[in-house]
């Protein structure tokens, strides 16, 4: 769990891009993790870094969720899209 606020603390210096790119993916895979505290911490992460993002907020919610949605089963992958 301390892993996770080291994440937290790093995310204000990345860019919106490397944030879900790198860094998301990990979160959401703890999501998953046996230990209930450790799925609860995440869900907190995530929700404090998805408020980080500094471009298209409802957009990346929404991306968030859906990967929250199909993200039990396999590997996942998640690609930030220019909309400039």
């Known amino acids: 769990m ?3 606020d080291v994440l937290l ?3 204000s210096w990345l860019t919106d891009e490397a944030k879900l790119d790198r860094m998301v ?3 959401v895979d ?4 046996d230990a209930p505290m ?3 911490s995440a869900f ?5 870094v998805v408020r980080l993002f500094t471009l298209l907020h409802s957009l990346l919610l929404v991306l968030i969720l859906m990967i929250l949605a199909h993200a039990s089963y396999g590997n996942y992958t998640i690609k930030c899209v220019n909309l400039s």
């Open 44 to 48: 907190r992460t995530l929700i404090q």
């Open 2 to 4: 301390r892993a996770l």
């Open 25 to 27: 993916p990990y979160i």
């Open 9 to 11: 603390s790093l995310a």
């Open 30 to 33: 703890l999501l998953h993790d």
């Open 38 to 40: 450790v799925r609860l």
